[in-house]
């Protein structure tokens, strides 16, 4: 059964939608198992750019069938206007597939995710804003609204009403704000029906068609690894769980239908919103500054700033084991070209000078942790056109090597530039 999992081993933003677009070609099937649209997935090809943040990112293939699972939360005024955007530049989207058990954000989760940030005041997680939290909190709570309650007025209204009851009571008496009207909403939510409805299906059912017929079925993470609810830097991850995984609840498999796990690696980390971040290269810092700058690490959706590191290979390690990675894709490798030194952070140590090898599970000593770094040499030429393995200067050719050697997982493609041919691809000894 052939199950492929593209997963990101750092903070986000690795370039996991280039390369789901990458594999996509093969597949039948394009999976979101998990997030929301606090996801933000850019695919350029031949210069047009698409940025998605649910649609899963195979949907640029008419033969590929993108299917948004049961462990995505989903905000439908934001799917549908992505809809429309894919529409107005000629992408079929009446392939996609919603499913019934995924559920919905509403709009006092992008409020209460709003006011529980300022109140966190400066110890706030830096949140996209988009509900993403409370609605997983009201899935948890068994309060949640389901897209399939969408196709039944009469039960979205009596759940809606009821959830109500405690949300209103909290907006107001704990937030002093409006309470939200049950009759507005509902014919808000309602009025999308019409547009929503033929997309919603037993997605589970067609993901294991595809797998019995032995198709391809590629499964996108969105988020990753060290913001996965478990595994990440608790509390400054999101609230799903994008390790590799996640795959199994939020798409309905067993462990066994994967085969693949596809690690994707940006040659350097970056971050968005607080946490710990061993690596950091602090505002002011040449290095991390060219790296924001020639990788233009800028929030896809949020705009907002990313905060820049060296590679972190201790983390990376880790999220290998995390996701049993049987293989990484390195991104942005072009972004580093002009640099003389490369670091990569091989292991940690702490005031005592005690070394840490693996990741420390006590989140204080993380937070306080120094990098103990190995230099690389740079290769200082252009790389966006290299096409081959062979094209890579040697010292390009050996950071790679550096990056397989400390995982011990086979680098099956390196990218040099965001557009999708500019990938290049490393076939195994045989
Ligand atoms: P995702 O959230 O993991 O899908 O990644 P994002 O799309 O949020 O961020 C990755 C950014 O890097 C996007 O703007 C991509 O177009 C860009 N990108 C991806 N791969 C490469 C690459 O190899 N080189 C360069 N220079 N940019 C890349
Ligand atoms: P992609 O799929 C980078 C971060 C937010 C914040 C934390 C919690 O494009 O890699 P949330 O809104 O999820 O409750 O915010 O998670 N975050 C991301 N950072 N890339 C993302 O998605 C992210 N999605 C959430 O910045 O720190
Ligand atoms: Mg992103």
Not at 147 to 152: A, E, T, Y
């Given at each position: 059964m052939p199950g492929a999992v593209i997963v990101g081993t750092q903070w986000g933003d690795e370039g996991k939608g280039r390369f789901t677009d990458y594999l996509?070609?093969?597949?039948?099937l394009c999976v979101r198992y998990q997030g929301g649209h606090n996801a933000g997935h850019t695919i350029i090809v031949e210069s047009e750019v698409f940025k998605l943040q649910l649609v899963p990112s195979g949907v640029l293939y008419p033969w590929v069938t993108p299917v948004i699972g049961n462990g995505v939360v989903v905000d439908p005024t934001v799917l549908i206007k992505e809809l429309d955007m894919l529409e107005a530049r000629n992408i079929d989207t009446r392939r996609l597939r919603l499913s019934g058990n995924a559920h919905l954000i509403m709009p006092y989760h992008q409020e209460l995710d709003a006011l529980t940030e300022r109140y966190l005041g400066k110890n706030k997680l830096g949140t996209t804003k988009r509900g993403i939290g409370p609605a997983y909190a009201d899935k948890a709570l068994r309060v949640g609204l389901r897209?399939?309650?969408?196709?039944?007025p009469k039960i979205f209204r009596e759940k809606l009403d009821l959830v109500l009851r405690e949300k209103n009571a909290i907006l107001a008496k704990v937030y002093n704000r409006l309470p939200t009207d049950v009759n507005e909403l509902t014919e808000r939510y309602l009025g999308m029906v019409p547009r929503l409805a033929p997309l919603i299906d037993d997605t589970v059912h067609l993901v294991h068609e595809a797998l019995d017929a032995q198709q391809w079925v590629l499964f996108e993470g969105a988020q990753a690894t060290y913001l996965d609810l478990d595994h990440g830097t608790y509390p400054f991850v999101t609230s799903s769980n994008p390790v590799a995984g996640g795959v199994c609840a939020g798409a309905g498999v067993g462990p066994l239908a994967i085969q693949r796990v596809v690690g994707v690696v940006k040659a350097y980390v970056t971050r968005v919103g607080s946490g710990p971040f061993p690596t950091e290269l602090l505002p002011g810092d040449a290095v991390g500054d060219l790296l924001v700058e020639r990788g233009h690490e800028?929030?896809?959706?949020?705009?907002r700033k990313r905060r820049p590191g060296w590679l972190d290979g201790v983390m990376l390690r880790h999220a290998v084991r995390l996701n049993t990675c049987s293989e990484l894709a390195i991104t942005k490798?072009?972004?580093?070209?002009?640099?003389e030194e490369l670091k990569v952070c091989v292991a940690y140590e702490d005031d005592s000078g005690k070394r840490y090898d693996h990741v420390p599970y006590h989140q204080s000593i993380l937070h306080k942790v120094r990098p103990i770094y190995e230099s690389l040499p740079g290769w200082?030429?252009?790389?966006?056109?290299?096409?081959?393995?062979?094209?890579?200067p040697a010292a390009a050719r050996d950071y790679v090597r550096f990056i397989a050697e400390l995982t011990g997982v086979h680098v099956s493609f390196v990218s040099?530039?965001?557009?999708?041919?500019?990938t290049v691809v490393l076939p195994r000894a045989a």
């Open positions: 996509a070609k093969e597949a039948s897209v399939q309650d969408l196709l039944d800028f929030g896809t959706n949020t705009g490798l072009d972004v580093l070209s002009p640099l200082g030429v252009d790389i966006e056109r290299a096409e081959r393995l062979d094209d890579l040099v530039g965001p557009e999708r041919d500019q």
